[in-house]
């Protein structure tokens, strides 16, 4: 069945580091790819997606591209804040678009 | 556009008891899954509702069920409550499947 894995954390990074978060993919066809990132005490907000093969998903400063031939969306920022400690979730909707499938989520913390 | 809405935002129980937690999605979606999330599982699916119809369900006991209205409104309601239902109960809408918004969720703790 439909599948995502993604890098465990948690992540440490110093302020204005490069960021790669890896999310990998198994599914049927091809599915529309999506980051959700999520702050403490807060819902999943929906940060970017990529709804077809080489499309990039762009958003304050993060970007991810979907590959088909690696099946992969691995979210990059070329330098984090302290404001993006959250945990990040990759996702895919199946071809229906009716139900979604997420990572297990990584934590990232983000230190002055 | 007012963002999807879960009532209430934390919830204590006791164990055997059941509970019932609302969603109202955003207007004009009629699709409106939940999701069970705790540390140790992560997020997992409950079920998926559209146009009152249960459309998709996950792998979780009769005890959770739920239900959605012609005005797109959805409960769900966790029956005979124990203490591993502890968790952070998400609803999403959406419109067509190119993404889900989600609320802020319902925090459960049961004791």
């Known amino acids: 069945g439909d599948s995502v894995t993604q890098m465990e954390g948690p992540v440490t990074l110093s302020e204005e580091a490069f960021l790669t978060i890896n999310c990998t993919y198994t599914?049927?066809?091809?599915?529309?790819l999506f980051w959700y990132v999520q702050y403490p005490g807060e819902g999943l907000q929906l940060l970017l997606k990529?709804?077809?093969?080489?499309d990039k998903g762009s958003n304050k400063g993060f970007e991810a591209t979907y590959r088909k031939e690696t099946t992969s969306f691995h979210l990059e920022k070329g330098s984090v804040q302290v404001s993006d400690s959250a945990v990040y979730f990759c996702?895919?909707?199946?071809?229906?678009?009716?139900?979604?499938?997420f990572g297990t989520g990584t934590s990232l913390t983000v230190i002055p | 556009k007012a963002g999807v809405t879960q009532t209430p935002r934390y919830l204590i129980k006791t164990r055997g008891q059941q509970v019932t937690l609302s969603c109202s999605p955003i207007?004009?979606?009629?699709?409106v899954s939940w999701y069970q999330q705790t540390p140790g599982q992560g997020l997992q699916f409950l079920f998926e509702?559209?146009?009152?119809?249960?459309?998709n369900k996950g792998n979780f006991p009769g005890r959770f069920s739920g239900r959605q209205f012609s005005n797109s409104r959805s409960e769900m309601n966790v029956s005979t409550l124990e203490l591993g239902d502890s968790a952070l109960y998400l609803c999403?809408?959406?419109?067509?499947?190119?993404?889900?918004?989600f609320g802020s969720g319902t925090r459960l703790t049961v004791v």
């Open positions: 990529a709804t077809k093969a080489d």
């Open positions: 509702y559209f146009s009152e119809t249960q459309r």
């Open positions: 207007s004009g979606h009629r699709s």
């Open positions: 999403a809408s959406s419109l067509s499947g190119d993404g889900y918004t």
């Open positions: 599914a049927t066809g091809y599915p529309s």
């Open positions: 996702a895919l909707s199946d071809l229906s678009g009716n139900q979604f499938y």
